[in-house]
Nanobody
Framework: QVQLVESGGGLVQPGGSLRLSCAASGLTLRNVAVGWFRQAPGKEREGVLCINRSDRSTYYADSVKGRFTISRDNAKNTVYLQMNSLKPEDTGTYTC??????????????WGQGTQVTVAS
């Protein structure tokens, strides 16, 4: 069975940094696209950032460009989301998902449970 598990969330002050992890079982992440998504209370889920099979990044949200980066560690079968210069608007539940192409995230079939990120003083 395929399982994605997110970790690394927590409470951080504005301007701080967090690194989220998406660890996979039953799926080799080097062979798929992996995207990060977030949802704040009362708001719809939005895409954040995705890494393609080519290792090129696709930014879903302009608001995180220049602050967030995504990377793979194939030895650990894990994808990371490095978040710097965090803002209160970044608060939400962050979830990773996998599929064939970052441009087709609506077709992603494997989703994790999410990890909470709270940015506040």
């Amino acid at each position: 069975q395929v399982q994605l598990v997110e970790s690394g969330g927590g409470l951080v002050q504005p301007g701080g940094s967090l690194r989220l992890s998406c660890a996979a079982s039953g799926l080799t992440l080097r062979n798929v696209a992996v995207g990060w998504f977030r949802q704040a209370p009362g708001k719809e889920r939005e895409g954040v950032l995705c890494i393609n099979r080519s290792d090129r990044s696709t930014y879903y949200a302009d608001s995180v460009k220049g602050r967030f980066t995504i990377s793979r560690d194939n030895a650990k079968n894990t994808v990371y989301l490095q978040m710097n210069s965090l803002k209160p608007e970044d608060t939400g539940t962050y979830t990773c998902a996998a599929g064939a192409f970052c441009s087709a995230s609506a077709l992603f079939g494997s989703w994790g449970q999410g990890t909470q990120v709270t940015v506040a003083s």
